[in-house]
Protein backbone atom coordinates (compact mmCIF):
# COMPACT_ATOMS: atom_id res chain seq x y z
CA UNK A 1 0.00 0.00 0.00
CA UNK A 2 1.60 2.85 -1.15
CA UNK A 3 1.60 6.28 1.38
CA UNK A 4 -1.20 8.56 -0.30
CA UNK A 5 -3.42 5.29 0.33
CA UNK A 6 -2.57 4.72 3.49
CA UNK A 7 -3.57 8.71 4.74
CA UNK A 8 -6.61 8.22 2.96
CA UNK A 9 -8.03 5.81 4.68
CA UNK A 10 -6.39 7.35 7.87
CA UNK A 11 -8.11 11.17 6.75
CA UNK A 12 -11.68 8.88 5.42
CA UNK A 13 -12.09 7.79 8.98
CA UNK A 14 -11.77 11.14 10.41
CA UNK A 15 -14.14 12.31 7.89
CA UNK A 16 -16.63 9.62 9.60
CA UNK A 17 -15.60 10.65 12.85
CA UNK A 18 -16.63 14.15 12.23
CA UNK A 19 -20.07 13.76 10.58
CA UNK A 20 -20.76 11.37 13.68
CA UNK A 21 -19.90 14.35 16.01
CA UNK A 22 -21.64 16.79 14.20
CA UNK A 23 -24.90 14.70 14.25
CA UNK A 24 -24.99 14.18 17.45
CA UNK A 25 -23.68 17.36 19.42
CA UNK A 26 -24.99 20.35 17.12
CA UNK A 27 -28.17 21.03 19.07
CA UNK A 28 -25.73 22.34 21.50
CA UNK A 29 -26.25 25.43 19.29
CA UNK A 30 -28.67 28.12 18.99
CA UNK A 31 -30.12 28.10 15.41
CA UNK A 32 -28.60 31.45 14.56
CA UNK A 33 -25.31 29.85 15.73
CA UNK A 34 -25.58 26.81 13.84
CA UNK A 35 -26.22 28.23 10.47
CA UNK A 36 -23.36 30.67 11.15
CA UNK A 37 -21.09 27.61 11.43
CA UNK A 38 -22.18 25.72 8.69
CA UNK A 39 -21.85 28.69 6.51
CA UNK A 40 -18.19 28.97 7.48
CA UNK A 41 -17.92 24.70 7.29
CA UNK A 42 -19.83 25.25 3.63
CA UNK A 43 -17.13 27.98 2.90
CA UNK A 44 -13.87 25.59 3.99
CA UNK A 45 -15.28 22.77 1.94
CA UNK A 46 -15.50 24.70 -1.14
CA UNK A 47 -11.84 26.29 -0.45
CA UNK A 48 -13.96 29.81 -0.37
CA UNK A 49 -12.46 33.13 0.99
CA UNK A 50 -14.22 34.92 4.15
CA UNK A 51 -15.73 37.50 2.60
CA UNK A 52 -16.92 35.23 -0.43
CA UNK A 53 -20.30 34.94 0.40
CA UNK A 54 -22.48 31.77 -1.09
CA UNK A 55 -25.66 32.20 -2.97
CA UNK A 56 -28.63 31.13 0.11
CA UNK A 57 -30.23 28.75 -2.17
CA UNK A 58 -27.05 26.88 -2.33
CA UNK A 59 -25.89 26.86 0.78
CA UNK A 60 -29.79 25.82 2.72
CA UNK A 61 -29.54 23.13 -0.15
CA UNK A 62 -25.87 22.01 1.30
CA UNK A 63 -27.12 22.55 5.02
CA UNK A 64 -29.97 20.34 3.81
CA UNK A 65 -27.78 17.89 2.31
CA UNK A 66 -25.72 17.43 5.70
CA UNK A 67 -28.96 17.38 8.17
CA UNK A 68 -29.82 14.32 6.20
CA UNK A 69 -26.39 12.87 6.59
CA UNK A 70 -26.55 13.53 10.40
CA UNK A 71 -29.85 11.52 10.44
CA UNK A 72 -28.41 8.68 8.95
CA UNK A 73 -24.67 8.64 11.43
CA UNK A 74 -25.82 9.93 14.62
CA UNK A 75 -26.12 6.79 16.71
CA UNK A 76 -23.08 5.39 14.85
CA UNK A 77 -19.47 4.77 17.02
CA UNK A 78 -16.55 6.94 16.64
CA UNK A 79 -14.30 4.64 13.90
CA UNK A 80 -10.55 3.57 15.24
CA UNK A 81 -8.36 5.30 12.74
CA UNK A 82 -6.28 3.45 9.99
CA UNK A 83 -2.36 4.00 9.39
CA UNK A 84 -0.33 1.60 7.75
CA UNK A 85 -2.29 -1.22 8.64
CA UNK A 86 -2.32 -0.07 12.42
CA UNK A 87 -5.30 0.76 14.31
CA UNK A 88 -6.05 3.69 16.62
CA UNK A 89 -8.47 4.79 19.25
CA UNK A 90 -9.33 7.99 17.55
CA UNK A 91 -8.35 10.03 20.45
CA UNK A 92 -5.12 8.63 21.04
CA UNK A 93 -3.58 11.87 19.49
CA UNK A 94 -0.10 11.15 20.69
CA UNK A 95 0.03 7.82 18.82
CA UNK A 96 -1.06 9.03 15.75
CA UNK A 97 0.90 12.11 15.39
CA UNK A 98 3.70 10.08 15.90
CA UNK A 99 3.21 7.95 13.01
CA UNK A 100 2.57 11.09 11.15
CA UNK A 101 5.81 12.82 12.31
CA UNK A 102 7.61 12.41 8.77
CA UNK A 103 4.30 13.27 6.84
CA UNK A 104 3.79 16.93 7.14
CA UNK A 105 0.44 16.58 8.88
CA UNK A 106 -1.04 17.10 12.34
CA UNK A 107 -3.54 15.28 14.04
CA UNK A 108 -6.13 16.24 16.52
CA UNK A 109 -9.05 15.04 18.53
CA UNK A 110 -10.51 16.56 22.18
CA UNK A 111 -13.58 17.74 23.31
CA UNK A 112 -14.79 21.28 23.11
CA UNK A 113 -17.19 23.43 25.22
CA UNK A 114 -20.95 21.69 25.74
CA UNK A 115 -18.40 18.83 25.61
CA UNK A 116 -18.22 18.64 21.69
CA UNK A 117 -16.46 15.97 20.27
CA UNK A 118 -13.62 18.10 17.91
CA UNK A 119 -11.58 16.16 15.33
CA UNK A 120 -9.30 17.85 12.62
CA UNK A 121 -5.74 17.45 10.50
CA UNK A 122 -4.33 19.71 8.75
CA UNK A 123 -0.86 20.53 7.36
CA UNK A 124 1.55 21.91 9.29
CA UNK A 125 2.75 25.39 8.46
CA UNK A 126 5.51 25.89 10.82
CA UNK A 127 6.47 24.80 14.29
CA UNK A 128 8.80 26.48 16.79
CA UNK A 129 9.28 26.45 20.90
CA UNK A 130 7.80 29.43 22.99
CA UNK A 131 9.27 29.42 26.27
CA UNK A 132 10.40 26.03 26.12
CA UNK A 133 6.77 24.97 25.14
CA UNK A 134 6.63 23.30 21.55
CA UNK A 135 4.07 25.06 19.18
CA UNK A 136 2.76 23.80 16.39
CA UNK A 137 0.75 26.51 13.31
CA UNK A 138 -1.86 24.74 11.22
CA UNK A 139 -2.16 25.71 7.78
CA UNK A 140 -4.57 24.27 5.41
CA UNK A 141 -6.47 21.84 7.20
CA UNK A 142 -8.03 18.63 5.11
CA UNK A 143 -10.60 17.60 7.30
CA UNK A 144 -12.40 19.07 10.30
CA UNK A 145 -15.99 19.09 11.88
CA UNK A 146 -18.24 22.31 12.46
CA UNK A 147 -16.99 23.38 15.95
CA UNK A 148 -13.02 23.41 16.62
CA UNK A 149 -11.01 25.68 18.97
CA UNK A 150 -8.68 28.10 17.33
CA UNK A 151 -5.79 27.01 19.92
CA UNK A 152 -5.44 24.64 22.17
CA UNK A 153 -2.90 22.52 23.98
CA UNK A 154 -2.82 18.62 23.07
CA UNK A 155 0.02 16.59 24.39
CA UNK A 156 1.74 19.10 26.09
CA UNK A 157 1.86 21.23 22.52
CA UNK A 158 0.38 24.67 21.70
CA UNK A 159 -1.49 24.33 18.24
CA UNK A 160 -3.02 26.73 16.51
CA UNK A 161 -5.71 26.44 13.51
CA UNK A 162 -4.69 29.71 11.67
CA UNK A 163 -7.73 29.02 9.03
CA UNK A 164 -9.99 29.05 11.74
CA UNK A 165 -8.47 32.51 13.04
CA UNK A 166 -8.81 33.72 9.47
CA UNK A 167 -12.15 33.09 9.71
CA UNK A 168 -12.51 34.27 12.74
CA UNK A 169 -11.13 37.75 12.33
CA UNK A 170 -12.99 38.66 9.28
CA UNK A 171 -16.31 37.57 10.66
CA UNK A 172 -15.57 39.94 14.02
CA UNK A 173 -14.75 42.39 12.22
CA UNK A 174 -18.15 41.99 10.06
CA UNK A 175 -20.44 42.15 13.13
CA UNK A 176 -18.17 45.52 15.06
CA UNK A 177 -20.58 45.53 17.50
CA UNK A 178 -20.99 49.23 19.19
CA UNK A 179 -19.22 47.98 22.40
CA UNK A 180 -15.99 46.76 20.75
CA UNK A 181 -16.07 49.56 17.74
CA UNK A 182 -13.57 52.00 19.28
CA UNK A 183 -10.78 49.44 20.50
CA UNK A 184 -11.19 47.79 16.79
CA UNK A 185 -10.80 50.56 14.75
CA UNK A 186 -8.02 51.79 17.49
CA UNK A 187 -6.20 47.96 16.52
CA UNK A 188 -7.00 48.52 13.04
CA UNK A 189 -5.03 51.91 13.09
CA UNK A 190 -2.19 50.08 13.24
CA UNK A 191 -2.52 48.29 10.00
CA UNK A 192 -3.76 51.15 8.45
CA UNK A 193 -7.16 49.32 7.66
CA UNK A 194 -9.36 52.48 9.00
CA UNK A 195 -10.84 54.99 6.47
CA UNK A 196 -12.34 57.63 9.16
CA UNK A 197 -14.56 55.87 11.67
CA UNK A 198 -14.89 52.63 9.06
CA UNK A 199 -13.37 49.90 8.12
CA UNK A 200 -11.57 49.79 4.58
CA UNK A 201 -13.09 46.13 3.39
CA UNK A 202 -10.83 45.83 0.25
CA UNK A 203 -7.25 46.60 2.28
CA UNK A 204 -9.14 44.20 5.07
CA UNK A 205 -9.21 41.44 1.90
CA UNK A 206 -5.83 42.62 0.93
CA UNK A 207 -4.29 42.67 4.34
CA UNK A 208 -6.31 39.88 6.69
CA UNK A 209 -2.98 37.37 6.27
CA UNK A 210 -0.56 40.08 7.72
CA UNK A 211 -2.96 40.83 10.85
CA UNK A 212 -3.77 37.17 11.60
CA UNK A 213 0.02 36.06 11.40
CA UNK A 214 0.69 39.38 13.50
CA UNK A 215 -1.90 38.53 15.98
CA UNK A 216 -2.02 35.05 16.43
CA UNK A 217 0.65 35.53 19.02
CA UNK A 218 -2.81 36.54 21.23
CA UNK A 219 -3.55 32.92 21.44
CA UNK A 220 -0.66 31.48 21.58
CA UNK A 221 0.28 33.52 24.62
CA UNK A 222 -2.95 32.70 26.02
CA UNK A 223 -2.70 29.34 25.95
CA UNK A 224 0.15 29.59 27.19
CA UNK A 225 -1.11 31.54 30.34
CA UNK A 226 -3.32 28.33 30.61
CA UNK A 227 -0.10 25.63 31.16
CA UNK A 228 1.58 28.48 33.97
CA UNK A 229 -1.51 29.04 36.00
CA UNK A 230 -2.24 26.72 38.57
CA UNK A 231 -4.70 28.59 40.38
CA UNK A 232 -7.99 26.47 39.08
CA UNK A 233 -7.09 22.55 39.12
CA UNK A 234 -7.68 21.49 35.55
CA UNK A 235 -9.82 18.51 37.40
CA UNK A 236 -12.43 21.08 39.13
CA UNK A 237 -13.17 22.35 35.61
CA UNK A 238 -13.42 18.69 33.91
CA UNK A 239 -15.31 17.89 36.87
CA UNK A 240 -18.05 20.68 36.57
CA UNK A 241 -18.15 20.73 32.67
CA UNK A 242 -18.72 17.06 32.45
CA UNK A 243 -21.45 17.14 35.03
CA UNK A 244 -23.47 20.81 33.77
CA UNK A 245 -22.21 20.48 29.87
CA UNK A 246 -23.25 23.27 28.09
CA UNK A 247 -24.60 25.47 31.08
CA UNK A 248 -23.93 28.53 32.59
CA UNK A 249 -21.44 26.83 35.26
CA UNK A 250 -19.31 25.80 32.09
CA UNK A 251 -19.43 28.63 30.39
CA UNK A 252 -18.65 30.86 33.79
CA UNK A 253 -15.81 28.57 34.92
CA UNK A 254 -14.06 28.40 31.24
CA UNK A 255 -14.14 32.41 30.97
CA UNK A 256 -12.56 32.54 35.20
CA UNK A 257 -9.93 30.03 33.67
CA UNK A 258 -9.40 32.22 30.51
CA UNK A 259 -9.24 35.51 32.92
CA UNK A 260 -6.53 33.44 35.19
CA UNK A 261 -4.46 32.49 31.91
CA UNK A 262 -4.80 36.44 30.60
CA UNK A 263 -3.65 38.18 33.83
CA UNK A 264 -0.78 35.87 34.88
CA UNK A 265 2.49 37.88 35.41
CA UNK A 266 3.62 36.00 32.78
CA UNK A 267 0.20 35.69 30.63
CA UNK A 268 -0.88 37.40 27.68
CA UNK A 269 -1.94 41.20 29.09
CA UNK A 270 1.35 41.36 30.90
CA UNK A 271 3.66 40.65 27.55
CA UNK A 272 1.22 43.18 25.68
CA UNK A 273 1.64 45.86 28.39
CA UNK A 274 5.74 44.72 28.26
CA UNK A 275 5.88 45.40 24.87
CA UNK A 276 3.47 48.22 24.48
CA UNK A 277 1.70 46.07 21.86
CA UNK A 278 -1.62 48.80 20.80
CA UNK A 279 -3.25 46.64 18.18
CA UNK A 280 -3.09 43.43 20.55
CA UNK A 281 -4.36 45.34 23.55
CA UNK A 282 -7.01 47.06 21.07
CA UNK A 283 -8.76 43.37 19.90
CA UNK A 284 -8.43 41.91 23.28
CA UNK A 285 -10.79 44.51 24.26
CA UNK A 286 -12.82 44.15 20.83
CA UNK A 287 -13.09 40.13 21.58
CA UNK A 288 -14.06 40.58 25.07
CA UNK A 289 -17.94 38.46 24.37
CA UNK A 290 -20.73 39.29 27.00
CA UNK A 291 -19.85 37.19 29.54
CA UNK A 292 -16.07 38.04 29.77
CA UNK A 293 -17.13 41.85 29.66
CA UNK A 294 -19.54 41.30 32.63
CA UNK A 295 -16.22 39.36 34.14
CA UNK A 296 -13.62 41.48 33.33
CA UNK A 297 -15.14 44.99 33.81
CA UNK A 298 -11.89 46.08 34.67
CA UNK A 299 -10.53 46.58 31.56
CA UNK A 300 -13.34 48.31 29.62
CA UNK A 301 -12.94 51.01 32.03
CA UNK A 302 -9.01 50.93 31.94
CA UNK A 303 -9.47 50.80 28.29
CA UNK A 304 -11.31 54.02 27.98
CA UNK A 305 -8.38 55.63 30.11
CA UNK A 306 -5.96 54.05 28.34
CA UNK A 307 -7.37 55.02 24.67
CA UNK A 308 -7.36 58.64 26.15
CA UNK A 309 -3.53 59.06 27.21
CA UNK A 310 -1.98 56.21 26.16
CA UNK A 311 -1.15 55.28 29.67
CA UNK A 312 -0.61 51.43 29.92
CA UNK A 313 -0.49 51.42 33.85
CA UNK A 314 -4.61 51.48 33.46
CA UNK A 315 -4.01 48.39 31.59
CA UNK A 316 -1.71 47.30 34.55
CA UNK A 317 -3.54 48.08 37.03
CA UNK A 318 -6.59 46.58 35.79
CA UNK A 319 -4.71 43.04 35.16
CA UNK A 320 -3.78 43.09 38.72
CA UNK A 321 -7.57 43.46 40.15
CA UNK A 322 -9.14 41.03 38.22
CA UNK A 323 -6.27 38.34 39.16
CA UNK A 324 -6.88 38.85 42.80
CA UNK A 325 -11.09 38.66 41.86
CA UNK A 326 -10.57 35.63 40.26
CA UNK A 327 -8.17 34.28 42.51
CA UNK A 328 -11.03 34.07 45.48
CA UNK A 329 -13.20 32.50 42.72
CA UNK A 330 -10.98 30.04 41.57
CA UNK A 331 -10.44 28.61 45.28
CA UNK A 332 -14.46 28.75 45.79
CA UNK A 333 -14.72 26.86 42.51
CA UNK A 334 -12.13 23.96 43.47
CA UNK A 335 -13.90 24.18 47.06
CA UNK A 336 -17.32 23.41 45.17
CA UNK A 337 -15.84 20.46 42.74
CA UNK A 338 -14.27 18.49 45.74
CA UNK A 339 -17.51 18.04 47.31
CA UNK A 340 -19.92 17.86 44.19
CA UNK A 341 -19.21 14.07 44.39
CA UNK A 342 -21.61 13.97 47.47
CA UNK A 343 -24.15 16.43 46.32
CA UNK A 344 -27.17 16.35 44.24
CA UNK A 345 -26.89 18.35 40.96
CA UNK A 346 -29.54 20.66 42.68
CA UNK A 347 -27.40 21.10 45.42
CA UNK A 348 -23.96 21.26 43.67
CA UNK A 349 -26.00 24.19 41.29
CA UNK A 350 -27.18 25.88 44.65
CA UNK A 351 -23.08 26.58 46.01
CA UNK A 352 -22.38 27.89 42.73
CA UNK A 353 -25.11 29.97 42.30
CA UNK A 354 -24.46 31.28 45.49
CA UNK A 355 -20.74 31.71 45.90
CA UNK A 356 -20.02 32.43 42.37
CA UNK A 357 -23.10 33.63 39.98
CA UNK A 358 -25.15 35.64 42.68
CA UNK A 359 -21.94 38.06 43.83
CA UNK A 360 -20.97 38.14 40.09
CA UNK A 361 -24.69 39.67 38.84
CA UNK A 362 -25.46 36.26 36.78
CA UNK A 363 -28.17 35.68 38.74
CA UNK A 364 -30.89 36.98 40.90
CA UNK A 365 -30.61 35.97 44.39
CA UNK A 366 -33.43 33.58 45.44
CA UNK A 367 -36.20 34.60 47.90
CA UNK A 368 -35.49 31.67 49.50
Not at 1 to 10: C, D, L, Q, T, V
Not at 79 to 96: K, Q, V
Not at 261 to 282: K, M, V, Y
Request: a negative charge; hydrophobic letters at 40%; glycine letters at 6%.
Amino acid sequence: MNSSNIYEAFLNDIRFNCEVSDARDHGIYSMCMMILRLRNLYKWEKNLEPWHEPEPSVLLDWIETKEHLWHQCADNKYRDLSLGGIRFDPFATCEANTFLADSGLFYGAGYGRAMKTVFFVGEIRNSSVVQEVPLVVIGRELVREMAGAMAFVQDGVIVVRRDLLRFFFWDQLQEMRSSCRRPFLYALDSYGLRTGDKLDQQRLKQRLDTVVDQEMDMFVYHELGEKLDKSLAPASLQTLVRRFPGSVTEFVVRAIKDLLADTHPEGLLARFIDGRRHSGIGFYVGFLDGLREKLFPEIVSAWNQFAAGGDWNHIEQARVASRKKCLILAEKIDTIAHRSSFLADSAVQEELAKEILVPLGLKEKSAG
